[in-house]
């Protein structure tokens, strides 16, 4: 398999992973209270979104990838 058809193939999953998910969403701990030696913590759930035509885009491209990959012999 060439090089570009495998790039192309990675870039559709890619693609199709950030159009099936809306964002990345990780936990932090962050202080809310401190006095003295007592400290309180709260879970805070943050999201880094993922825009649609990121997704498209990357799956554009790897189906284009891999229709040049598929033509040249």
Do not use: C, D, N, W
């Not at 398999?1 to 964002?23: E, F, N, R, S």
């Not at 880094?48 to 040249?72: C, E, H, M, T, Y």
Request: no cysteine; charged share 15%.
């Amino acid at each position: 398999m060439k090089p570009i058809m495998i790039l192309g193939i990675v870039l559709i999953i890619i693609g199709a992973i950030a159009l099936g998910y809306h964002g990345i969403t990780y936990t932090t701990h962050e202080k809310v209270l401190k006095i003295g030696p007592i400290e309180a913590t709260q879970e805070v759930k943050k999201t880094i979104p993922l825009p649609p035509i990121l997704g498209g885009s990357f799956l554009a491209g790897g189906i284009v990838l891999v229709i040049l990959g598929a033509r040249k012999s």
